[in-house]
C-alpha cells in the first residue's frame, strides 16, 4: 500500500474525533448520495441492510479504522481478504471505485461543513481513498484472473438451469444448480459462496448464499432460507421451478474449512447457518478428522439436513452430532433443550480445548458461541466464523 507524506498522515488523523461522532452520518448521507445519482449500483446492495442502517454502520466503522490505522495500516491486512472476496463475488469492478469516492468526499464535506471538511482535509482523504481504492482494485483483478484460469473457471456472470429443488425444511429450500454450457464447474472451498444475479420486477438484484454440497460435484447447490419479508427468498422459493435459468458469479469468500488441519473440528451452528457447514462436513466426513457437528434450531421443524448429517455419522466412526432445540415440539428428539452455553459446549469439548471451532449462525447466536469459546481456553486463531452481512468483528465484541 502506498506510504503517505507525514501532513497527509497528521490531517487524515486529525478527522478521528468527528469519525468517531459523525461516522455513521456520514456513510449514511454517502449511501443515499450514490444510490440516488448512481441507481444502476443499487443490485450491489442489500435492501434490507440498507433499511436497518447496518451497512452504514458497517461502513462508518471501516472507515474510522482506516483513518486510525493510516501510519500503520498493516495492522488492517487481516480484514482485506474478506473485502476482496465480497467484492469479487459481487463482481465490484475499477469503474465503480472513482464513484465511491467522489460520493464519499461530497458526503464528508456536506455533513461536517466546509469550516471542518477543509480542502485540506478532503485533499488528505481522496489520496488516502485512491491508494486504498488502487489496492483494491489490483488484488481483484488478481482473483478474477486466478478464478477464471482454473478448470472450470470463469469471469462475470454465467448461466445456470434450477436442475432440482429440495425441501430440507419448513424455511429452507435447496436449489441445485447446472450449467447451461455443460462445460464443468469451477472448484470451490467448503464455506465459499455464491453470487446469485437475478432479475425481480424489472430490477437486476445480487444476493450471496452459501455453497452447501461438498465440491466437485456436477452442481453447485445453495440453501435458503424464506425470511419474513425477503424479497429475493421467497422469490427464490415461490416464483423459481425447475428448468428455469438465472445467472451466477463464481465462488467466493475467505472463510474456509482448512482441510490440511488435523486437530478434532467442531461445527456449531444455528438455524440457517448450518448451510456451509454441511459443505465442510461433506467434504471432511471421509478424512477421519475427529469431527463434532453441534446444530441449534428453535424445533424439528426448522432443522434442516438432520437426515443427512444423521446419516454421515452412521457412516463416518469420525463423525458425531449433537442437536439442541429452544422450543421443541411434541415429537421431537434433539439431544438438549435450551440455548447453547459455556456448560453445555464444554462437555461436546475434548478437555485440552484443542480444536478448530467454526461457528455459523445469527449474530446472538454466534456472540455467545464464540464467547463460550474464548472462556473455555479456546485460542482466538482457532475460533472461526462468518457474519452474513456487513463485516463485523464478533470477537472482539
Given at each position: 500500500?502506498?506510504?503517505?507524506?507525514?501532513?497527509?498522515?497528521?490531517?487524515?488523523?486529525?478527522?478521528?474525533?468527528?469519525?468517531?461522532?459523525?461516522?455513521?452520518?456520514?456513510?449514511?448521507?454517502?449511501?443515499?448520495?450514490?444510490?440516488?445519482?448512481?441507481?444502476?449500483?443499487?443490485?450491489?446492495?442489500?435492501?434490507?441492510?440498507?433499511?436497518?442502517?447496518?451497512?452504514?454502520?458497517?461502513?462508518?466503522?471501516?472507515?474510522?479504522?482506516?483513518?486510525?490505522?493510516?501510519?500503520?495500516?498493516?495492522?488492517?491486512?487481516?480484514?482485506?481478504?474478506?473485502?476482496?472476496?465480497?467484492?469479487?463475488?459481487?463482481?465490484?469492478?475499477?469503474?465503480?471505485?472513482?464513484?465511491?469516492?467522489?460520493?464519499?468526499?461530497?458526503?464528508?464535506?456536506?455533513?461536517?461543513?466546509?469550516?471542518?471538511?477543509?480542502?485540506?482535509?478532503?485533499?488528505?482523504?481522496?489520496?488516502?481513498?485512491?491508494?486504498?481504492?488502487?489496492?483494491?482494485?489490483?488484488?481483484?483483478?488478481?482473483?478474477?484472473?486466478?478464478?477464471?484460469?482454473?478448470?472450470?473457471?470463469?469471469?462475470?456472470?454465467?448461466?445456470?438451469?434450477?436442475?432440482?429443488?429440495?425441501?430440507?425444511?419448513?424455511?429452507?429450500?435447496?436449489?441445485?444448480?447446472?450449467?447451461?454450457?455443460g462445460r464443468p464447474l469451477a472448484p470451490f472451498v467448503p464455506g465459499q459462496y455464491l453470487t446469485l444475479v437475478l432479475h425481480i420486477d424489472g430490477r437486476m438484484v445480487r444476493r450471496n448464499y452459501s455453497l452447501s454440497d461438498a465440491p466437485g460435484k456436477p452442481w453447485y447447490r445453495v440453501s435458503i432460507k424464506r425470511e419474513d419479508g425477503g424479497r429475493v427468498s421467497n422469490w427464490m422459493h415461490d416464483q423459481v421451478q425447475v428448468g428455469d435459468t438465472i445467472e451466477i458469479q463464481p465462488p467466493a469468500g475467505a472463510f474456509t474449512l482448512d482441510a490440511q488441519a488435523r486437530r478434532p473440528l467442531v461445527l456449531v451452528t444455528g438455524g440457517v447457518g448450518i448451510t456451509p457447514a454441511m459443505a465442510m462436513l461433506e467434504s471432511a466426513a471421509p478424512s477421519g478428522r475427529p469431527i463434532r457437528f453441534i446444530h441449534a434450531a428453535r424445533h424439528g421443524g426448522v432443522h434442516a439436513f438432520r437426515e443427512r448429517v444423521d446419516a454421515l455419522a452412521a457412516a463416518h466412526d469420525n463423525v458425531d452430532a449433537f442437536y439442541i432445540y429452544d422450543a421443541p415440539r411434541d415429537g421431537d428428539a434433539p439431544h438438549a433443550v435450551g440455548l447453547i452455553g459455556d456448560e453445555l459446549l464444554a462437555r461436546q469439548l475434548p478437555a485440552d480445548r484443542d480444536v478448530d471451532l467454526y461457528c455459523l449462525g445469527p449474530k446472538p447466536f454466534m456472540r455467545a458461541v464464540l464467547r463460550s469459546g474464548r472462556a473455555l481456553g479456546i485460542p482466538d486463531d482457532q475460533l472461526r466464523y462468518e457474519f452474513f452481512g456487513p463485516a463485523e468483528d464478533l470477537l472482539g465484541a
Open positions: 500500500m502506498s506510504q503517505f507524506s507525514p501532513e497527509t498522515i497528521a490531517l487524515i488523523q486529525a478527522t478521528v474525533p468527528v469519525l468517531k461522532a459523525r461516522g455513521e452520518d456520514i456513510t449514511r448521507h454517502f449511501y443515499g448520495l450514490m444510490l440516488s445519482e448512481h441507481p444502476e449500483l443499487k443490485a450491489f446492495f442489500n435492501e434490507a441492510h440498507q433499511a436497518e442502517g447496518t451497512q452504514a454502520r458497517a461502513l462508518a466503522g471501516t472507515v474510522l479504522a482506516y483513518a486510525s490505522h493510516i501510519d500503520r495500516l498493516e495492522a488492517l491486512a487481516g480484514a482485506l481478504p474478506r473485502i476482496i472476496q465480497k467484492h469479487v463475488a459481487l463482481g465490484v469492478q475499477p469503474e465503480h471505485y472513482p464513484i465511491v469516492g467522489q460520493c464519499l468526499l461530497r458526503a464528508i464535506r456536506e455533513v461536517l461543513g466546509a469550516e471542518i471538511a477543509t480542502d485540506a482535509i478532503l485533499d488528505a482523504w481522496g489520496k488516502a481513498y485512491g491508494a486504498l481504492a488502487q489496492l483494491l482494485i489490483d488484488a481483484e483483478e488478481q482473483a478474477y484472473a486466478a478464478t477464471a484460469a482454473q478448470p472450470g473457471g470463469w469471469r462475470g456472470q454465467r448461466q445456470v438451469r434450477i436442475a432440482r429443488k429440495a425441501r430440507e425444511s419448513e424455511l429452507i429450500t435447496s436449489f441445485y444448480l447446472e450449467p447451461v454450457d
